[in-house]
């Protein structure tokens, strides 16, 4: 990620709630925040 894009405060802190918030989900054993990556390996069979 370049540093030398702009972004304000309000976008820095809802990328930091939004990245907080994904891993105390992964602490947790959840990872929500991957919703699109993970498939059903049923349909994989």
Do not use: V, W, Y
């Given at each position: 990620?370049?540093?030398?894009?702009p972004?304000?405060h309000?976008?820095?802190?809802?990328?930091?709630?939004?990245a907080?918030?994904c891993?105390?989900?992964?602490?947790?054993?959840?990872?929500?925040?991957d919703?699109?990556k993970?498939?059903?390996?049923?349909?994989?069979a």
């Amino acid at each position: 990620m370049p540093d030398n894009t702009p972004t304000t405060h309000e976008e820095n802190a809802a990328r930091l709630s939004q990245a907080g918030k994904c891993l105390r989900d992964i602490e947790a054993g959840r990872f929500q925040c991957d919703e699109e990556k993970q498939q059903p390996t049923g349909e994989l069979a």
